[in-house]
């Protein structure tokens, strides 16, 4: 169960979740410090690490949409927040599957900051306003590889058990 810390409208861009004038800085514990970086007071709670590991943004449609950038996922995966949205972009999606960004597609979610939310196996419960919304799973390959922790750790997991030392 997490906390809804951030609710955002749709087409919400990888410039907005990590701006483009940060592109220098590349590395996975570098990125999460830009994360929604001209949100200020949001961006602040997250340096501050006010907001805890599981936390929750919601959004609207089209989440991610704008560009390929890989560091927008990993500075949401590196303060390790869930983002639930209606629609996630194309390359945020694969690019969240491959980082191991924990998200979930649910396009008919109501919810408000500060909304308790609970996931559970095919729908998402908010348990502040006491609605239930179906999800919409993700093809279990792709399930798996986000389980695992992303691409690198699944691929690394797999050659280990088919090599055994």
């Known amino acids: ?15 907005d979740i990590y701006p483009g004038r940060f592109m220098a800085t590349v590395l996975p514990t570098e990125t999460p410090q830009f994360c ?3 949100r200020t007071e949001f961006n602040a709670k997250l340096k501050a690490k006010a907001i805890p590991a599981g936390s929750i943004i919601v ?10 950038r890989e560091q927008a996922t990993s500075a949401v995966k590196g303060h ?3 983002v639930i949205a209606k629609s996630i972009a194309r390359i945020f999606l694969q690019n969240s599957v491959n980082l191991g960004l924990n998200l979930i597609i649910c396009p008919t979610i109501e919810a408000n900051e500060g909304d308790e939310i609970e996931v559970q196996a095919g729908k998402v419960l908010n348990k502040t306003s006491g ?4 999800t919409v ?11 695992a922790g992303g691409l690198i750790p699944f691929t690394r997991k797999r050659m280990l058990e088919s090599n055994p030392r």
Request: proline share 7%.
């Open 1 to 15: 169960m997490g906390k809804v810390v951030l609710k955002l409208g749709k087409d919400i861009s990888t410039d």
């Open 36 to 38: 929604f970086n001209d």
């Open 59 to 68: 959004a609207d449609e089209n989440f991610g949409c704008g560009s390929s």
């Open 80 to 82: 390790e927040l869930v």
């Open 131 to 134: 609605k239930e919304f179906k």
């Open 137 to 147: 799973p993700l093809p279990p390959a792709r399930q798996a590889i986000i389980n």
